[in-house]
């Protein structure tokens, strides 16, 4: 695929060299980066592989699990309701946040709209759909349920590498995908039961055939594309900004994007009618001003999260260095482009790195606008723009390679230091408990409970994780923990503490023991009432301390 204002056409390979190599040092060549990305490929499914059950599941991966069974079944109860039968989950699960519409009115194809209508305010159906099927052949282990997230971990790989080559050239593509390979970032999304590693190849796939398809490729490319992009925001809401972001790139390959404006149009058209459900949605909720949950970040903060995350992972060690060494590489790429003599392709090759570079700060930008009316920023949700700052660190590695022998041995060097730095953030994502540990505190009060004790959990939604992690041989009786946070309109509490004596001394009343199963207590009783009236009223017996979990046994 040969780059706009390239005159040696598709296929030629870097503009650097003015010469055509013979077909069988091409040939050579060729192989030699296909066994190279092979190589990358295996070494990617290994250090995403080998911890992928290192860490506990958090509740948002329950919360997936628990969706990949309601979901299906609200499904299959709207189209055929004596089919359905009664829902079984494989753990306790939060009430679905999707109400089951009656049948009795017989209009389907409403209901049924409802029913996807509400699960698009979950970030899309498609997802745990496809999570449901994925369950049915492997079950639900955290290790299993994980593989799937894996899959599309790993193939984000070669996407980077057939789309970095396809922008600039192989050599660039390999690099990038060297990148991607080692990036503790995204070997964490790959190494999680979410949506954000299948939006990512979704995204790579959606880019890399608007460009194939604006090249000329036909009406099979369009069609990937819109396909490939629809699945993306039915995934994940806010990959719907894929779509200003393939109009801009359009318009950055205007010279090609010119020759194939009407196909242009009509997929502009096909996206739009599968976008129109997510709109309906979205439009009443971007335009007015509402309390999300989300810290309202400004953009320079976006800013030094994604760059941090992206450089070192979610640990961030070897900050600020390996994070220098990542901006220094992209100034250059960016800077160095400019400083070059001009040369027969210049023109063509700089629509790239405006390509590039679009891609990377238009998402974040239409996130920070969104945010300044309702706070929406999480770094995770623009995980599909991270292979671009890849591919902007492979561009300032890449001239450095043609530098002769020393420069070889600089790349060699400066590749192994981001590996270093790569090495140590994998090694502690990996050996380190960062998630809620509830599959130790599950394992800890199974091994101490009685029959006559009672669990409280606070927060309440802490019991799923707890749940799915608790032997199935036992059962436990429970209460959810009292929600103490009420305010008036002058910000005094409403909630006092005889209240609390009051129903803690109701629920607790005919069992010897309580436990209490504490976890972001703050968003429940941030005056820690509950933890209070227990050891007032009872004698600490025992308590252990995890990774954002505490255990505490209250004996009467």
């Not at 499914?45 to 860490?55: E, Y």
């Not at 599959?439 to 006559?452: E, K, L, Q, T």
Request: glycine content about 8%.
């Amino acid at each position: 695929m040969g780059r706009v204002g390239n005159p040696a056409g598709p296929g030629s390979g870097s503009h650097y060299s003015s010469l055509v190599p013979p077909h069988s040092v091409m040939i050579r060549r060729h192989n030699i980066y296909l066994a190279a990305l092979g190589l990358l490929t295996l070494v990617a499914f290994g250090v995403r592989a080998a911890p992928l059950d290192a860490q506990s599941l958090w509740r948002d991966e329950v919360d997936a699990l628990c969706y990949a069974f309601e979901f299906p079944h609200l499904i299959l109860h709207v189209i055929a309701p004596e089919a359905a039968g009664d829902l079984r989950t494989p753990c306790a699960c939060p009430p679905s946040p999707v109400g089951l519409y009656p049948a009795s009115d017989g209009r389907v194809l409403r209901r049924l709209i409802q029913a996807l209508g509400g699960m698009i305010r979950q970030n899309g159906p498609l997802y745990f759909v496809l999570l449901r099927g994925w369950i049915a052949l492997t079950g639900t282990s955290a290790y299993g349920m994980r593989f799937f997230s894996l899959l599309f971990g790993v193939l984000s790989v070669p996407l980077t590498y057939t789309l970095g080559r396809q922008w600039f050239d192989r050599r660039v593509g390999l690099l990038a995908a060297l990148l991607m390979t080692g990036s503790p970032y995204l070997t964490w999304y790959a190494q999680e039961t979410k949506m954000y590693s299948l939006v990512l190849a979704l995204a790579l796939v959606a880019l890399y055939s608007l460009r194939r398809a604006l090249e000329g490729g036909g009406i099979r490319w369009w069609t990937v594309q819109v396909v490939a992009t629809s699945l993306a925001f039915y995934s994940h809401v806010l990959a719907a900004l894929l779509v200003p972001v393939q109009i801009l790139l359009a318009l950055t390959w205007w010279p090609q994007a010119r020759r194939r404006w009407i196909g242009a149009s009509v997929s502009l058209a096909c996206l739009t009618l599968p976008y129109l459900p997510l709109l309906l949605w979205q439009a009443p909720q971007v335009f007015r001003v509402r309390e999300t949950g989300f810290y309202p970040y400004g953009l320079g903060q976006m800013v030094e999260i994604l760059f941090t995350g992206w450089s070192l992972g979610v640990t961030s060690q070897g900050w600020p260095w390996g994070a220098l060494l990542m901006a220094a590489l992209i100034t250059w790429g960016l800077a160095g482009r400019w400083l070059l003599p001009p040369t027969q392709s210049r023109s063509g090759e700089s629509r790239e790195y405006v390509a590039v570079t679009t891609w990377l700060v238009a998402p974040l930008l239409g996130v920070w606008l969104i945010s300044l009316r309702q706070p929406l920023f999480t770094d995770r949700y623009l995980i599909w723009s991270a292979p671009a700052f890849y591919l902007l660190v492979a561009v300032g590695l890449a001239p450095i390679w043609r530098w002769g022998e020393v420069g070889r041995w600089a790349t060699v060097l400066v590749v192994s230091i981001l590996f270093a730095f790569n090495t140590i953030n994998l090694w502690h994502q990996a050996t380190t408990p960062i998630k809620s540990d509830f599959r130790a505190a599950a394992a800890h009060v199974a091994a101490h409970y009685s029959p006559d004790e009672l669990i409280l959990f606070q927060i309440p939604h802490g019991r799923y994780t707890f749940d799915y992690y608790f032997p199935t041989a036992l059962s436990y009786h429970w209460r959810e923990g009292l929600y103490t946070n009420y305010r008036a309109p002058d910000g005094s509490y409403l909630t006092d503490e005889a209240r609390i004596a009051h129903d803690l001394e109701t629920a607790t009343a005919e069992y010897r023991a309580v436990w209490l199963v504490a976890t972001e207590t703050a968003m429940w009783d941030e005056r820690g009432l509950v933890q209070a009236w227990l050891a007032d009223g009872g004698e600490l017996a025992h308590e252990a301390h995890f990774t954002r979990v505490d255990v505490y046994q209250y004996v009467k």
